[in-house]
């Protein structure tokens, strides 16, 4: 199939019993509109808000929906195989902002002053924005010089073999390497980008340090970063993945430690520990008249045979030691299987389930274990899938709506995609942007994923409402509404088939136009296109999607004979309906 036929095919779109062909640009002035009918509207009430969610929707805002510029829509006649049914009167959840989050790291350089990265970063829209890394997060020094870590920082760190590493032990907030980013870099990025930040500190500071009293320093250090940080930080996490053998932390030099520790790492002791960090990070918060939450860390999945006895015991004695101190309970997941050449529809299909199976896992784990039932955020979520370019694909891209939206539908506060920026690796990258060493890529180029997260996030309204899905199977549909009365839905095609699916709306009013963007891979590299096209535009070089994503007109059609429209082979469709 040539190229253009099969654009036209993934972006046609059906109305039943009617077969338009001309394509035109308009203005939303030129909308036309129907009558209002009689029938009989239930009105939504909003829900109670979620124990999980809390204080994540204090900031919740409401959205005006705007029409977009638009182009008529080509028409298909083709039979629909599935059919959404959404009641704009059955609330989920208001829609916390924090969902979009995304992670930032010390090694991607200055960013706030590289525009490449900057503009399509604002343009994104992440309103959280988490720093400095994550296992490097337990290394990190932030209001230290170069190659300056503290006097009782050790030169030799204990790995979980109970071999040491000797050298590249730690970063810096004051770096001055060209290619990491330093702590005020940091706070420019979110002034930048109207972000808050997420930060994690360095709680395995606690466990190594060869001090007389190293929790009392670690926990010093963390408040100085509130003091210093004055409110530009809501979310703090003491410490990342501190269960895991692979952390800083975990197993330390007994022979180095003045407090008495042990040699391994209990969820108990870090209970405990995190109890001190919690008190002296307040105290600072106090003093500078700012709110900060902070987070606890808990192993987010059912325990392994072959985990250490840490990571298998750890919510069995953190959550009782912590006790309600802990704000809010954070998780990670890398959805797919660990380490496997997944297919397109393993990582759709995982992601499509995972979440709602950690939520209820995390729980579960926090009332059996006498915890109160609090926020829970996703501060980390990717896939593991690699060796087909998975992490680079329009797969990808598809990915990630389905787990941010699986995050809002599930009740999480906040989610965060790992990462912003890594390396190439073959196509085993897991980063947003290309960090220049890709072939044929320019560096900060924009991966599938971003214009996914991006058309999201532009058309999803404020509040999450039900669907009910009749078909087979193949797809997955997301929708929501907004406060000025206008409905979204976010369908997703789990399969390498075009999906034809009819969309019908209880307890709304239509109005007479409806709105599109359509998101597909190229015919590149199998399922795993390194291209994405949106309304037909694409890319120019190898990789990456339409430079114009911004600017680029909607379809739209009339919704007088109903809504129908073919969802692209592994893509998605972001459609509006307006209101009379």
């Not at 829609?95 to 790291?105: D, E, V, Y």
């Not at 060209?178 to 500071?205: F, H, K, M, P, R």
Request: aromatic content about 12%; glycine content about 8%; charged content about 15%.
């Amino acid at each position: 199939m040539k190229a253009s036929q099969f654009q036209k095919l993934i972006f046609s779109i059906t109305l039943t019993g009617t077969v338009m062909t001309g394509m035109f640009s308009c203005s939303r002035n030129d909308i036309e509109r129907i009558s209002n009918n009689n029938d009989s509207i239930i009105q939504a009430i909003d829900p109670p808000i979620d124990s999980t969610i809390g204080f994540f929707l204090d900031n919740w805002q409401s959205k005006t929906y705007v029409a977009p510029t638009y182009i008529e829509g080509t028409i298909s006649s083709a039979s629909p195989t599935d059919s959404v049914t959404v009641d704009a009167s059955s609330v989920i959840t208001k829609i916390p902002l924090t969902i979009f989050g995304q992670n930032a790291n010390n090694w991607m350089g200055p960013m706030y002053n590289v525009a490449q990265l900057m503009t399509p970063l604002k343009d994104l829209n992440p309103h959280v924005i988490r720093f400095p890394a994550g296992s490097g997060s337990d290394a990190f020094f932030w209001n230290c010089n170069q190659d300056q870590p503290p006097a009782d920082a050790p030169t030799r760190l204990r790995k979980a073999d109970g071999t040491y590493q000797t050298t590249n032990l730690y970063t810096y907030g004051k770096t001055t390497n060209n290619w990491q980013a330093s702590v005020d870099d940091y706070y420019n990025v979110l002034q930048e980008t109207n972000s808050v930040g997420l930060i994690t500190v360095n709680y395995a500071y606690a466990r190594y340090g060869t001090g007389a009293h190293p929790v009392q320093t670690a926990a010093h250090l963390a408040a100085d970063w509130v003091r210093y940080d004055n409110g530009r930080t809501k979310y703090w996490e003491i410490g990342n993945e501190n269960y895991g053998d692979w952390e800083w932390g975990y197993r330390i030099d007994t022979a180095a430690n003045q407090d008495g520790q042990p040699e391994y790492l209990t969820g108990e002791v870090y209970g405990e520990q995190f109890k001190v960090f919690a008190d002296s990070m307040r105290v600072a918060a106090a003093q500078t008249g700012k709110q900060i939450y902070i987070g606890a860390v808990m192993q987010e999945s059912p325990i392994q045979s072959w985990e250490t006895m840490t990571t298998q015991t750890w919510n069995a004695t953190m959550i009782p030691a912590v006790g309600n101190n802990a704000d809010f309970y954070i998780g990670h997941n890398y959805i797919t299987p660990y380490g496997q050449n997944s297919d397109a529809s393993t990582v759709l299909y995982d992601a499509s389930t995972v979440p709602e199976d950690m939520m209820t896992f995390m729980k579960s784990e926090i009332l059996k274990y006498g915890g109160t039932l609090k926020p829970v955020i996703l501060s980390e979520w990717n896939m593991w899938a690699q060796d087909s370019m998975q992490q680079v694909s329009n797969t990808s891209g598809t990915f990630a709506v389905i787990v941010q939206a699986e995050a809002i539908k599930n009740k999480f506060g906040l989610a965060a995609r790992w990462d912003l920026y890594n390396g190439w690796s073959g196509g085993n990258d897991m980063g947003l942007f290309s960090a220049g060493d890709e072939p044929g890529v320019a560096k900060w180029t924009p991966r599938p994923s971003f214009y996914y997260m991006y058309y999201f996030q532009k058309c999803i309204g404020d509040r999450l409402v039900s669907t009910t899905i009749n078909g087979n199977n193949k797809i997955r549909a997301y929708a929501s509404t907004y406060t000025s009365g206008q409905a979204s839905v976010a369908l997703v095609n789990m399969s390498g088939t075009p999906q034809i699916v009819q969309v019908k709306l209880k307890n709304f009013r239509m109005g007479s136009r409806f709105y599109w963007y359509a998101l597909a891979g190229g015919q590149d590299n199998g399922d795993f296109s390194r291209k994405i096209y949106a309304n037909g535009q694409g890319p120019t070089a190898v990789a990456g999607g339409p430079s114009n994503y911004e600017t680029l007109d909607a379809y739209s059609a009339l919704t007088a004979k109903g809504i129908k429209v073919s969802v692209p082979p592994w893509g998605a469709v972001f459609l509006m309906v307006d209101k009379p």
